[in-house]
């Protein structure tokens, strides 16, 4: 009996690690300058994901994305721009030609991931656990994840939905809560 209960133990045990691994802090990326960047770093943080591009009709909200930070980075809010070229081949540079672009064109302060694919058999860990949890692939350059201060997704908007959108800070603002 009492190797039964142990047995059962242990299951629920891996079970439940199983489900906790669901949020963000599980995961590393490497940042603009390939230098590993656990996730659990932003323990805590409310997470805005963003795939960036640099030569897409949505690149001009770089500069609204920066305003976002700026007004919510001490409250509690990371941004993370996350450049992918799955869409358009709209960002084609290398690490350090994306970094001088946001730099110097957007005046860019917020983390900068190195570039990964968002989609597809080669999609980063990252993107495929955000997927799955909220609205399935990415469709375009500047679709937006939201994570809660518990690592988790909370809500997904999708390119159009500007920076400064009245939909998107009224999330923020309730995730900071």
Known sequence: MKAILYSIGSILLIAMSLTAANG???FTMNNIDGKATPLKSMEGKVVLFVNVA???GYTPQYTGLE???QKYKSK???LVGVPANNFGAQ???SDTEIKEFC???Y???FPIMSKVSVKGDDITPLYKYLTA???GDVKWNFTKFLVGKDGKAIARFEPAVAPESPELTAAIEKALQ
């Open 24 to 26: 963000i802090y599980d």
């Open 91 to 93: 960002e084609p540079g």
């Open 107 to 109: 005046s860019v302060t």
């Open 133 to 135: 949890a909220k609205g």
């Open 76 to 78: 509690g809010l990371v």
């Open 67 to 69: 305003s976002l930070y």
């Open 103 to 105: 730099s110097r064109k």
């Open 54 to 56: 640099s030569k897409c």
